[in-house]
Nanobody, 116 residues
Framework: QVQLAESGGGLVQAGGSLRLSCALSRSTFGIVTMGWYRQAPGKERELVAAITGGSPNYADSVKGRFTISRDNAKNTVSLEMNSLKPEDTAVYYC???????????WGQGTQVTVSS
């Protein structure tokens, strides 16, 4: 079992920045993918960014603005969000995929609100 705890959400004006962090309850050993999804009101959950084997992938809507990073020493995955837009408003969820687990592990989510 892996517990995930997100932090760093909040309210920011358009054009501002936030940094989300997700702390794992155990070592990242065996974790093949770490990433972030988001879900806005009335919309489906969508993948924002993920990092697998050191290679990041981003949704087209956040490319050039968001940066995902993984710190194995601190057992964390972070999402640096710059040039935020009102359409980035959503609950952001951290997730990890373990090589031997039959399902992904999810955090509780953290709210990000971008005002215009």
């Amino acid at each position: 079992q892996v517990q995930l705890a997100e932090s760093g959400g909040g309210l920011v004006q358009a054009g501002g920045s936030l940094r989300l962090s997700c702390a794992l309850s155990r070592s990242t050993f065996g974790i093949v993918t770490m990433g972030w999804y988001r879900q806005a009101p009335g919309k489906e959950r969508e993948l924002v960014a993920a990092i697998t084997g050191g290679s990041p992938n981003y949704a087209d809507s956040v490319k050039g603005r968001f940066t995902i990073s993984r710190d194995n020493a601190k057992n964390t995955v972070s999402l640096e969000m710059n040039s935020l837009k009102p359409e980035d408003t959503a609950v952001y969820y951290c997730y990890v995929r373990h090589a031997l687990a039959p399902y992904d592990y999810w955090g509780q989510g953290t709210q990000v609100t971008v005002s215009s």
